[in-house]
């Protein structure tokens, strides 16, 4: 016990990049579980690539590596590429994963091509962009720590707010719609919130596997739970296990990028959930399965 | 056809069109008050869609709705809506109470939770379509007709005037059928007015009082004595038709 807190003494650093870690695990882990029950786990992927050239856009333009400047051109890309996605989708006959995939390949491409532009004017403030694409938390502050407690706290707040209205408009939008509530605005809004959990996320884990933060915690927790309350719950919890996980791995053994490492931590949860969880698990599955199977033959036998 | 007086639901002129595809083509339509209408027609001749433009759900190129002489936003809270049973993921997770409580959200209007009168409602609700045991089951463990006498206890505690039900005999078993029939019936007898989006063309004059044929145009409406001919289902159906029965 002595030794863990000293421990945490020496390495200030590292206590400050795991509840980083861990707030934007729970962040993207909560609203993560609406985009999974929406059946719309890839637009995750296509926001955080779609954030890559507002980073380097905002950099350009400012010149700066705050990350909160950074944040906001990634989170103000994201939204344009999610909001093209919809546009095509509702102008055009074009599909909705056919749009997703044009959308964020585009935006990646513009986001590849301008990140190699940057590094090319051998400006000695870039270093440290491409960390937006594997992601390295280590490079996480204070300061942003603050910044991810503060917006993802804020998201949070505004799903708990919204949770009845939310939960309709996932669970049949034509209803919601023909009660009242304005489901375009909440769609809206929910896609805002996904965008915050993404581009917060983006410095620790990278645009490249970012989604999988969004889509494995809430997959995980759906295996244990039946309602949705404690489904947005646990996959917050998983989220913030895997971030701090992964941060610590990563950390201890040098040189391996956390982002791949957290998403291997969330990985494993979402394994384990799988295998393990009651009555949706596969084991128990399997055992329900046998056990059934035997009675049946015992049954017959006994009829016999 | 249609009978002067008071009208619970007015359509005119309505054409609603996909891209340039119309899919419903200068409908006009008056049920009056206390009626049991049930909306027939092939598939894709648009009776999804007539319902969802009633509610304000599809944007009509042209035309009008009225319920009880207002625009559907100044009526929202006299209207009831099914919508078909396929058009959710049932593998949502939470229960059957918490569904049938949502029929409830419009009249709680934003942020504000249901709670306990909300609870009671949808307990009762459950009851009338002989569900209050399955009150809180997991909604993914529900049959078919399970999954729609929850969703008609939606409707219920809505408490309506108008309902508006898209497929409800849509895939269920017979008891269940018979349960909805009577809850139709009983809707009726309350002076409430019911729309039915219905597919088996042997049951209309059996279970409603008014039909309407449809086919992207309006073939006929009114009671079903006078309008479920076979000419006007010959009509609707292009010749189709295996079976007719028609009115009595």
């Known amino acids: 016990m002595e030794s863990l807190s000293i421990l945490i003494h020496l390495d200030y650093t590292l206590m400050i990049v795991a509840i980083g870690a861990a707030l934007l695990g729970t962040v993207s882990g909560a609203l993560g579980t609406y985009a999974v029950l929406r059946r719309q786990s890839l637009l995750g992927d296509a926001i955080s690539h779609a954030a890559l050239p507002g980073i380097a856009i905002a950099f350009l333009l400012t010149g700066s590596k705050t990350p909160l400047i950074l944040v906001l051109g990634a989170a103000i890309a994201g939204w344009l590429g999610t909001l093209l996605i919809m546009s095509i989708v509702r102008l055009t006959r074009i599909k909705y994963d056919s749009a997703l995939a044009i959308v964020l390949s585009t935006f990646f491409g513009v986001g590849l091509v301008l990140h190699t532009l940057i590094q090319r004017t051998g400006n000695a403030n870039q270093a440290g962009l491409d960390t937006f694409l594997f992601g390295q938390a280590a490079t996480i502050l204070e300061r942003d720590v603050l910044t991810i407690g503060i917006l993802g706290g804020a998201s949070i707040i505004v799903t708990l707010v919204f949770w009845k209205e939310l939960k309709l408009l996932v669970f049949d939008e034509d209803f919601a719609a023909s009660l009242g509530f304005p489901t375009r605005t909440l769609d809206i809004l929910l896609t805002s919130l996904l965008v915050i959990a993404i581009v917060l996320g983006l410095q620790a884990v990278g645009a490249v596997l970012m989604s999988a933060m969004l889509v494995a915690p809430a997959v995980a927790a759906r295996q244990w739970t039946n309602r949705l309350r404690l489904m947005v719950f646990l996959a917050g919890c998983f989220g913030a296990l895997a971030g701090v996980s992964g941060t610590i791995i990563s950390s201890t053994a040098s040189r391996i990028p956390t982002g791949p490492t957290i998403v291997l931590c969330a990985t494993v949860v979402v394994g384990i959930s799988i295998a393990f969880a009651p009555n949706r698990g596969l084991v128990w599955h399997r055992i329900r399965h046998q056990r059934n199977r035997r009675d049946l033959k015992m049954a017959a036998e006994a009829q016999e | ?248």
């Not at chain 2, 008056?30 to 648009?46: D, E, H, K």
């Not at chain 2, 396929?86 to 109470?97: E, H, K």
């Not at chain 2, 008891?175 to 029939?181: L, S, Y």
């Not at chain 2, 145009?217 to 029965?245: H, Q």
């Open chain 2, 1 to 248: 056809m249609e009978t002067a007086g008071s009208k619970a639901i007015e359509v005119t002129d309505l054409t609603v069109a996909y891209q340039d595809k119309p899919v419903l083509w200068d409908i006009d339509l008056n049920v009056p008050p206390g009626v049991l209408l049930s909306i027939v027609g092939p598939n894709g001749a648009g009776k999804t869609t007539l319902i969802k433009a009633i509610l304000g759900l599809v944007r009509p190129a042209a035309g009008s709705v009225l319920i009880y002489n207002k625009p559907y936003e100044a009526q929202r809270q006299i209207v009831g809506y099914v919508p078909q049973r396929g058009s959710v993921d049932w593998d949502f997770p939470t229960n059957v109470l918490d569904v049938v409580m949502m029929g409830r959200y419009g009249a709680l209007g934003w942020v504000r939770r249901p709670g306990r009168q909300e609870r009671e409602l949808a307990l009762q609700a459950l009851e009338k379509v002989g569900m209050a045991v399955y009150a809180t089951r997991q909604i993914s463990q529900l049959s078919g007709g399970q999954q729609q006498r929850v969703f008609l206890a939606r409707a219920l505690v809505q408490d309506a005037t108008v309902y508006l039900m898209d497929e409800p005999f849509q895939g269920v078993d017979a008891t269940t059928e018979r349960a909805i029939v009577t809850l139709l019936q009983e809707l009726r007898a309350n002076g409430k007015t019911v729309v039915v989006v219905h597919h088996d063309l042997q049951t209309v004059s059996d279970y409603f009082d008014w039909v309407m044929l449809l086919n992207i145009r309006r073939i006929a409406s009114g009671p079903v004595d006078e309008v479920f001919t076979p000419d006007n289902l010959r009509e609707t159906y292009g010749g189709r038709v295996a079976f007719m029965k028609t009115g009595k």
